[in-house]
């Protein structure tokens, strides 16, 4: 069992920065790549970026690449995502969660990132 809890989010002006944090308890972090989702009101989860166990490859949506950057720390069970040149558009809930194998196994609880204009 992985439990993830995410922190970080906030509310930020246009062209702005947030830095999210997923925290994950257990010993077998480095078994899973890991991966941030978003959810804006009204609309259905959508994908953000995503990491590798090891941290050597990363993947970005369209809608944040350039701007968004995962990372993570194997040490520290954590996993990070920096957002820069933040939009309004970007206003969501954000997810963070944990992958093995060709399937989701577990999800945080979510924190709200909101950009005002």
């Known amino acids: 069992q992985v439990q993830l809890v995410e922190s970080g989010g906030g509310l930020v002006q246009a062209g702005g920065s947030l830095g999210l944090s997923c925290a994950a308890s257990?010993?077998?972090?480095?078994?899973?790549?890991m991966g941030w989702f978003r959810q804006a009101p009204g609309k259905e989860r959508e994908f953000v970026a995503a990491?590798?166990?090891?941290?050597?490859?990363?993947?970005y949506s369209d809608a944040v690449k350039g701007r968004f950057t995962i990372s993570r720390a194997n040490a520290k069970n954590t996993v990070y995502l920096q957002m820069n040149s933040l939009k309004p558009a970007d206003t969501a809930d954000s997810y963070c969660c944990?992958?093995?194998?060709?399937?989701?196994?577990?999800w945080g609880q979510g924190t709200q990132v909101t950009v005002s204009s």
């Open positions: 944990a992958r093995r194998g060709l399937s989701i196994s577990y």
């Open positions: 257990g010993r077998t972090f480095n078994n899973y790549a």
């Open positions: 990491i590798s166990r090891s941290g050597g490859n990363t993947y």
